[in-house]
């Protein structure tokens, strides 16, 4: 399993990858993961695209309040491009007969593409609907960059970090599901990307911290794959059996052409850490090369036969491995010889450890991203019906910008990607009569429509969207009610819900509940609660089960009565953890950066971001 990269004449220094170039065709070539080391059988990511240690920013994002930036290009010149990318690719010659996506091109003989990963075997679709393709198309030249992903929200793709540093997706990558395009299919669905985001952690010359998001312009109707959390520790126990994903290389040749046509997989156990530093730093030479926490390994260990190996390789990277029906690593790197691309004697596959980067990356899965730039903005509203968004520059706000839609004779506004199709939905209460709707973007962008999911909810005393409460991946609604009982409304994934159940817990204590995100840390969504009698703030860490949503609440600090708003939108900051923004009656408004911690210390100390935020009745 593999993938191919971006022509490059020289790697850039204390590198992880050397390129050779084969017709117009770059794949990572096993070279030092640290250029101080010479070994004889270095470390190499397994894929392309990581050109450059630059972390790219999220590209077009929109310059007005509904965010409508990146690519405009229909679903047929996508595919077009990526057809005629696909034909410049050196794919070896196929043994069956019928359409190919080298259609056209001259095969490249003496090589035949084997129907299986390294030891592995050709998988049905159907059983990773999740599993999607990723594709860049290099602007300067005929070089395409190739990695597996993982649908994560509609529109949400999860992939390994060298998959997307240094490359601009939002102008130059597509993302094909189904069953790809290296099948020569018409029928798989192909969409842009409007914004990407690499782990701020990310660390190229290591491969550490391997992780980043793509949004896509337009949601991918498919099923979505749960993901692992720091709970999940019995997922990670030495002897668990995953399965890995992948349409890599199936030959350990080095620079192989041979990408699968059709996806495949295999299954491996994880090893324990100890085993893992052993064996890799052993055949790199390098104490630090495996990091424990961070990465993970499996399998068997490399034979140098591919007729007895199982592993992955080039052209793999970013794939999910599975387990326990959730995505616990994503394909990060491996060791090569000057012999072979992967399946080195006595080396493993290693794995982004995805559990340790929960809590970063569901932030960048739940946003309230108006504007689309990989931060949370705030909306707000003068009595007089006046709606406004304040685009959030990670340190404060930027000019207010007239909303996409009116909320006047509203009292309750919640924003949230309800459909996941990259444009804000928004729960509306009518203030008058209490009816709630869902309003959301029309089919040609150009308004809103709103359907109404409750009748005469006046009386609530509390109404949010947190997240994904039921741990199924999609964002439930909240509601409590006057005697004080919370009522879970599992979200149906296309802006509705499901019937309310009421999982026995009562809110009574507090006057205020609010929530958008994870604030512990663990990848699970949490909501915050403010005392009646003491202006004591609470944490209700989530569980990710509708029977049992919260944890016993946990203080995070006293004197919160002394403010009049408070506003939950998720990762404001941009650093990947959910914020709060607070106001005082006198207008001022503050920022209280999160830090992931489970109780005191959550937030770090308030920083003024504005003046004047008195003018507002309504601040979401």
Known sequence: MGTSGAALSTPPPRRAFFF????????????????????????????????????????HAGAVADGQGGPTATQSQ????????????????????????????????????????????TTNISTAPWMVQLIYLNPDDDSIEFCGGTLVAQNKVLTAGHCVSGLDWVNNGVIVGDTGILGGTDASPVVGVTAQWVNPSYNGSTIDNDVALLTLDHPLNLKTLPLATPNDTALYQAGTQAKVYGWGVTDSEPNSPNLAETLQSLTLSVNGDTECADELDGVLGDPDAYIAGHMLCGGAGGTGDDATGKTTCSGDSGGPLVAGGKL?????????????????????????????????????INDTDVTRDAKADVIAQTPAG???????????????????ASFKNYDTVIQADLERDGYQDYILRATSSGNT?????TADRASYSYTRIGSAWKTLKALLVPGDVTGDGIPDLLTEDSAGRLWIYSGKGNGLFNTAVMPGVSWSPYNLVIGHGDFSGDGLTDVLARDTKTGGLYLLRGTGSAAAPFLAPVLISTGWNGYDKLVTVGDFSGDGRADLLARVPSGSFYLFKGTGTAGPGAFAASVRIGTGWNMYNLVD
């Open 78 to 121: 996508l595919r077009a491009r990526v057809h005629e990318a696909v034909k410049r690719l050196p794919v070896a010659e196929r043994a069956a007969a019928g359409p190919t996506a080298t259609t056209g091109a001259t095969a490249t003989t003496g090589a035949t593409a084997k129907p299986r990963i390294i030891g592995g075997g």
């Open 437 to 441: 709707f869902m309003g959301h973007r």
């Open 386 to 404: 006046a709606s406004y968004v304040y685009a959030s520059t990670g340190t404060g706000v930027k000019g207010r910008v007239t909303a996409p």
């Open 328 to 364: 616990i690593g994503l394909v990060s790197w491996g060791v090569s010889s000057d012999t072979q691309d992967c399946n080195v004697p006595g080396t493993y596959d290693v794995f982004t450890r995805f559990s340790t980067y929960s809590g970063v990356v569901q932030p960048r």
């Open 20 to 59: 050779h170039d084969r017709s117009h065709v770059t794949f990572f070539h096993k070279g030092g993961r640290r250029a101080r080391l010479a070994v004889a059988a270095p470390l190499t990511a397994l894929a392309v695209g990581a050109a450059s240690l630059i972390l790219t920013a999220p590209a």
